[in-house]
């Protein structure tokens, strides 16, 4: 296993305010083909007096192997909470994802 802590910020200098997300990865190595990596995250911004969190979400990435070291297949499905819909209603996402890596050896 392989924890991970990621925190991003971005500064909108027209609309004077800052935009943070905190992430928590836990990553599983299930074998030499396979990865799973757990995810966590809130996002918060500066837009109104004070700090309050825009968005919260959790998802699962599965990462394949297909062939060799050039070919990887992802699938993370996921579910989010955000403040436009003032938290009453989970987003579902999936993300799918083909990688391949052009090297020679």
Known sequence: YLFRSQT???WWHDDELYELTQRF??????NLHRLLTYHNWISWDT??????????GAALNWRERAFK??????????????EANNFSRA???LMLLVEMHFFQP
């Open 25 to 30: 990865l836990l990553y599983q190595q299930v």
């Open 47 to 56: 837009q109104t007096a004070g700090v309050h969190t825009t968005g919260y």
């Open 69 to 82: 070291n050039w070919l990887f297949f992802e699938v993370q499905p996921g579910i989010a909470f955000s």
């Open 8 to 10: 991003d910020g971005t």
């Open 91 to 93: 987003d579902l996402t």
